[in-house]
T-cell receptor
Framework: SQELEQSPQSLIVQEGKNLTINCTSS?????LYWYKQKYGEGLIFLMM?????EEKSHEKITAKLDEKKQQSSLHITASQPSHAGIYLC??????????????FGQGTILTVHP | NAGVTQTPKFQVLKTGQSMTLQCAQD?????MSWYRQDPGMGLRLIHY???????DQGEVPNGYNVSRSTTEDFPLRLLSAAPSQTSVYFC???????????FGPGTRLTVT
């Protein structure tokens, strides 16, 4: 099984609906990174969470980190077609030469219908 | 700053051919990495480098070679292309001591 599991694998919502994507790690988390990828393009950094209980928001996207559960959630409020794409979570590992390497979940494909 | 750049954007190879995917960054980042992205599998690390002259293997290194002669450049070489190497390849860089990675736009490779 994968070290980072994302759920759901794909999501189709109507514009205006709220949605949540989860990312669960089988190993200790040392930082959790959320990226968004539009089809055919590179990854755009969204948010970084480093401490248990940390919550960050940017526009209509909120991410939380539950260190005890080794889980992060990404919540989008009032979704818009511009939110469509692939959302990936990446986990950092402990220091030294582990920096510069991220382990990624398999991605969640989000479709937002107008 | 251009950030992380990759060339080419698209490439079609025949089985057995070799080629080099180029990656460059202008942010003076010490760490650089190569990932491949396949449907349903997220991104998997191929090779990475923590500085000029230092490289190491990632999760899926077989069939690929890297070198890092300068801080800016980190080319990925396919020695003898196979259909299993059909994928989208991303290069990324990060600062010393940080796991936050900045990604290039990707190279879409098809091996027939």
């Amino acid at each position: 099984s994968q070290e980072l599991e994302q759920s759901p694998q794909s999501l189709i919502v109507q514009e205006g609906k709220n949605l949540t994507i989860n990312c669960t790690s089988s190993k200790t988390l040392y930082g959790l990174y959320w990226y968004k990828q539009k089809y055919g393009e590179g990854l755009i950094f969204l948010m970084m969470l480093q401490k248990g209980g940390e919550e960050k928001s940017h526009e209509k996207i909120t991410a939380k980190l539950d260190e005890k559960k080794q889980q992060s959630s990404l919540h989008i409020t009032a979704s818009q077609p511009s939110h469509a794409g692939i959302y990936l979570c990446g986990a950092g590992r402990s220091g030294g030469t582990s920096y510069g390497k991220l382990t990624f979940g398999q991605g969640t494909i989000l479709t937002v219908h107008p | 700053n251009a950030g992380v750049t990759q060339t080419p954007k698209f490439q079609v190879l025949k089985t057995g051919q070799s080629m080099t995917l180029q990656c460059a960054q202008d942010m003076n980042h010490e760490y650089m990495s190569w990932y491949r992205q396949d449907p349903g599998m997220g991104l998997r690390l191929i090779h990475y480098s923590v500085g000029a002259g230092i490289t190491d293997q990632g999760e899926v290194p077989n069939g690929y070679n890297v070198s890092r002669s300068t801080t800016e450049d980190f080319p990925l070489r396919l020695l003898s292309a196979a259909p299993s190497q059909t994928s989208v390849y991303f290069c990324a860089s990060s600062q010393f001591g940080s796991a936050l990675q900045y990604f290039g736009p990707g190279t879409r490779l098809t091996v027939t």
